[in-house]
């Protein structure tokens, strides 16, 4: 069993950043891949970013991709999504998941453990 917690999120105006945390607690956190998904009101959840659990390799899609970095400290159970040029289209309640196995993964399906969420708000 892995406990996660999502935190960092806020209002920010178009443009700014943020970075959201999400610590795991229960089991060997080096031993999860991880992931980062959103879900806007009335949308589907989608994937964001994800990181295997040696670091080794990370995936974005592709809405993301160059404004946005996930990242792990193995040390402190922790993973980070550092968000940048952010806009209103970002707008969504942020989760981090977690799955017991090497590689990374864009489906929620393939993520056996979820955090309660952090939203995040960009206005204009």
């Known amino acids: 069993q892995v406990q996660l917690v999502e935190s960092g999120g806020g209002l920010m105006q178009a443009g700014g950043s943020l970075r959201l945390s999400c610590v795991a607690s229960?089991?060997?956190?080096?031993?999860?891949?991880m992931g980062w998904f959103r879900q806007a009101p009335g949308k589907e959840r989608e994937f964001v970013a994800a990181?295997?659990?040696?670091?080794?390799?990370?995936y974005y899609a592709d809405s993301v991709k160059g404004r946005f970095t996930i990242s792990r400290d193995n040390a402190k159970n922790t993973v980070y999504l550092q968000m940048n040029s952010l806009s209103p289209q970002d707008t969504a309640v942020y989760y981090c998941?977690?799955?017991?196995?090497?590689?990374?993964?864009?489906?929620?399906?393939?993520?056996?453990?979820w955090g309660q969420g952090t939203q995040v708000t960009v206005s204009l």
């Open positions: 998941a977690a799955r017991a196995t090497v590689g990374v993964a864009s489906i929620p399906n393939e993520y056996r453990y």
């Open positions: 229960g089991r060997t956190f080096s031993a999860y891949a």
């Open positions: 990181i295997s659990r040696n670091e080794g390799n990370t």
